[in-house]
């Protein structure tokens, strides 16, 4: 069968391109005719809010789902990918969102796996891979671990950077990348970017998925978007504004948070004075306003989210105290923390956050079970009125209120966890990474009723590695770096290159 | 034709049409076993197996196992007969108090390693499983005790009747009523289904999990020892073989009855009905003439049909954002 060549946009032939793939699950659709090129030696941004599609092309990129109608045409033949093993052996090769690694197993071990090298009589051929693993880690320049490194020792950039390694080992001609970004910091960020533009400049076709407009502007050369799953548009990163991508992407006008607070009171919540960790933060002194937002960022493992754990109660500190309501504060176990108003939203949604297999309803009114029901039984009706109200202060979409959690999307989720907290009545509610990985909508959705909980006289840690939304949402702004705090900033005189000054030692 | 339809979709609903099916099918063979003394036999002799597999559906659904229910039933099944024996004037009451506190003893034991030290449940119970035979056969000297030795009062409370059902069907029924209302309609209930679904979310709502795992080790060792009781005065005998393998048949119970392995799903009425539905079989095998050996392979593969089934998930689709009702 003989392509149809489609004039296409410009410039050199796409390695592989994606023709009016529609893909159907039983009772949705989940592609209705979608079409993607991608070129050699160029990094194409796809973007999406969370269920315009993007996940499942990729699967059906990667061999994992089939599709109902349309083809994919590498280098002008149309290809069928049958299985992931189909995927690899034509060079398209994934990484995925979250990093599925064998945390047991070494480096070498994790970049082979599937496709081991084998010697004599079919046995692992251990020193091969070695050698191989040492060559792709020249290749990328990684120098700070090596091929018998076991997984578990790496931080989760280092692992997105095995993750390349691994990609590579398949010799990758397509690289798709599925939210690489989302648990990095600024600076590692870069370093990944710096791979990248490596890899690009070697002639890979890079599709590069992500919800952060400041990488997909810093890395893309172009960019597709998707909506409801269908294709809405494509073109050059450099001549489009992201104004212009998020109204393609919302199909509608996206606010972008703006602080125009005047909800702060003189009033101190939350005093904290000198509290000090064995081993992960020192002397750390802040005070929190009634009807503050108070960011605190800094790169990953900076000691953010265990100097949050050990407010809530799930650590314990080594020194010094804390002041909550006026009076002295030392919760024993997040039990503690919660009776007393102080709330924490973790940072991991999947593990910390929701019960993916109960009801929005349970998981709601899980926290507040003792003030809703009062006595021994439980009482449904109050409890579904309790839940509907919050849910729909939030806008979760779903089917009832009985549906499992673990059937929403990211974004749905998040908001199914933050609602729960709201039903005990909190005085100060911390938000750990609050927007990791969920869509435009869904963020500005969170980030517009986290504005509204200041002003009903809340107080609100958020704890968050995108700077724009430190910045946009915070009064002030704690930056920190190795477990100590480096600078209190006013978010409305500071700038993001200060802030990042200060959070890598710049300053 | 809703309700029907309804039903069918859930696992309770699967397994009591399976269980009439299956029942009526070997009743139309052999017309004798859908007499009501049938009925009422199967019901008296999957009493215990109900009561236990209520409380292995606890574990299993906070991401347990306890595997000591059999010893347990085993070792407070001898104290109670050995109190009876040499103390034939105790009464009734205190026998069973003497029995449910063994099991309540052991209970606790279990539920120390499991729940406060955080040993995994699968080692604790296999390592306490010997050790609780091994204290039968230390306390009984390896002898048993068998009727003649054990006082009338104590054998005959099981079958005793009330409104022409026995005593060990209506505390079985009792119990299995507690515990579908405590599992579904107290907090205690619905935050075991919460640690099971995900134990860090539940610490991070400020849930004691290591208290609410205690509990229910406490609970299941306490019905044990009630079953050691009930088990050693219903077959009139104690010896350290009792309730061999039963373990297994109440975790059995519970995968049959749809409650999910690895925890967070699965109710307490599908654990009773998988009960229900060996007790049947149980029962049905020797009439229709089929060797009881034949029944470990039935059951299992009862077991794995379950399994296979409940490895198939059902999704909905049609989302809508969720409004207050008017």
């Known amino acids: 069968m003989n392509s149809v060549n489609s004039a296409a946009s410009g410039g050199s032939q796409p390695i592989l391109e994606v023709r009016n793939i529609v893909k159907d699950f039983p009772g949705v659709r989940a592609l209705d005719g979608v079409q993607l090129r991608l070129k050699s030696g160029e990094v194409c941004a796809l973007l999406g809010e969370n269920g315009a599609g993007k996940s499942t092309l990729v699967k059906i990129l990667t061999g994992v789902y089939q599709p109902t109608e349309g083809e994919i045409v590498m280098d002008g033949r149309p290809l069928s990918l049958e299985s992931a093993q189909d995927a690899w052996d034509h060079g398209i090769t994934a990484i995925h969102q979250e990093t599925i690694m064998f945390s047991e197993l070494s480096v070498a071990e994790n970049i082979f796996m599937g496709h081991h090298l084998t010697g004599k009589f079919s046995l692992v051929n251990w020193q091969g891979m070695y050698d191989e693993t040492d060559k792709l880690l020249k290749r990328l320049g990684i120098t700070d671990f090596d091929p018998q490194t076991p997984i578990k020792e790496l931080s989760v950039a280092q692992k997105h950077l095995v993750e390349v390694a691994k990609a590579l080992s398949h010799d990758a001609r397509v690289l798709i990348m599925d939210e690489p970004t989302a648990s990095l910091s600024q600076k590692e960020v870069d370093e990944l970017f710096v791979i990248v533009r490596r890899l690009r400049d070697e002639g890979t076709a890079i599709l590069f998925i992500s919800h952060r407009f400041d990488d997909i502007f810093a890395i893309s050369d172009s960019f597709v978007v998707f909506r409801d799953g269908a294709f809405v548009g494509d073109g050059l990163l450099k001549e489009a504004k992201e104004e212009d991508l998020i109204k393609m992407m919302a199909g509608r006008e996206v606010k972008t948070s703006a602080n125009t607070r005047t909800s702060v009171s003189d009033e101190v919540v939350l005093q904290v004075d000198d509290l000090c960790h064995a081993t992960e933060f020192e002397h750390i002194s802040f005070s929190l306003h009634r009807g503050e937002i108070l960011g605190f960022y800094g790169l990953v493992g900076s000691g953010r989210s265990e100097l949050m754990h050990a407010i809530f109660g799930l650590t314990a500190p080594l020194s010094g105290q804390m002041i909550f309501e006026g009076s002295v504060f030392t919760p024993k176990s997040p039990e503690d923390a919660i009776t007393q108003g102080l709330v924490y939203v973790p940072e991991d949604r999947q593990h910390c956050g929701a019960i993916l297999d109960m009801s929005i309803g349970d998981n709601i009114t899980l926290p507040s079970l003792q003030s809703i029901t009062g006595g021994l039984k439980l009482n449904w009706k109050k409890e579904s009125s309790f839940a509907r109200k919050y849910a729909s202060k939030l806008k979760v979409k779903a089917h009832s209120l009985a549906q499992k959690v673990v059937e929403l999307s990211g974004g749905n989720q998040q908001k199914v966890v933050i609602g729960k907290w709201l039903g005990t009545g909190p005085k100060v509610i911390i938000l750990d990474e609050p927007t990791k990985g969920i869509d435009v909508g869904a963020k500005a959705m969170v980030h517009q009723f986290i504005n509204e909980l200041v002003e009903s006289g809340l107080s609100v840690i958020i704890v968050s590695s995108e700077l724009p939304e430190v910045l946009g949402l915070s009064d002030r702004i704690v930056v920190m770096r190795e477990g100590l705090m480096r600078a209190t900033l006013n978010a409305k005189e500071t700038s993001q290159e200060e802030i990042v000054a200060f959070a890598t030692g710049l300053k | ?326």
């Open chain 2, 1 to 326: 034709m809703v309700l029907p339809k309804n039903l069918l979709k859930s696992r309770e609903g699967q397994l009591v049409l399976i269980t009439i099916v299956f029942y009526v099918a070997v009743g139309i063979a052999s017309p004798s076993f859908l007499s009501f003394e049938s009925m009422d036999s199967i019901i008296t002799d999957t009493a215990i197996l109900m009561i236990m597999a209520c409380a292995q559906m606890m574990v299993i659904l906070t991401r347990g196992i306890d595997l000591t229910v059999a010893a347990n039933i085993a070792l407070s099944g001898m104290v109670s007969a050995l109190i009876a024996m040499h103390l034939p004037g105790t009464p009734l009451i205190l026998v069973m108090s003497a029995a449910v506190l063994t099991g309540l003893v052991l209970g606790m034991f279990n539920a120390v390693l499991i729940a406060l030290l955080g040993i995994p449940s699968i080692v604790v119970s296999l390592g306490a499983m010997a050790i609780y035979r091994g204290m039968v056969f230390v306390l009984s000297g390896g002898q048993w005790v068998n009727s003649q030795e054990m006082p009338a009062s104590f054998t005959s409370f099981p079958l005793a009747r009330v409104f022409g059902i026995s005593n060990l069907a209506v505390i079985g029924l009792i119990i299995c009523v507690l515990a579908v209302l405590m599992m579904r309609y107290t907090r205690f209930g619905r935050e075991l289904y919460a640690i099971g679904g995900n134990p860090d979310a539940t610490s991070y709502v400020g849930i004691n999990i290591k208290k609410r795992l205690f509990a229910v080790y406490t609970i299941t060792g306490l019905l044990g020892g009630l079953c050691g009781y009930l088990w050693v005065a219903r077959y009139a005998i104690a010896y350290t073989e009792i309730a061999l393998n039963f373990e297994l048949l109440t975790v059995a119970s519970c995968v049959i009855g749809g409650v999910g392995i690895a925890g967070g799903t699965g109710t307490v009425l599908g654990a009773v009905l998988g009960a229900l539905f060996l007790g049947v079989l149980q029962n049905a095998l020797p009439v229709m003439g089929i060797s009881p050996f034949w029944q470990m392979a039935v059951s299992g593969t009862a077991i794995l049909v379950a399994v296979i089934v409940n490895s198939r998930g059902k999704r909905q689709k049609g989302l809508q954002i969720l409004r207050v009702s008017q």
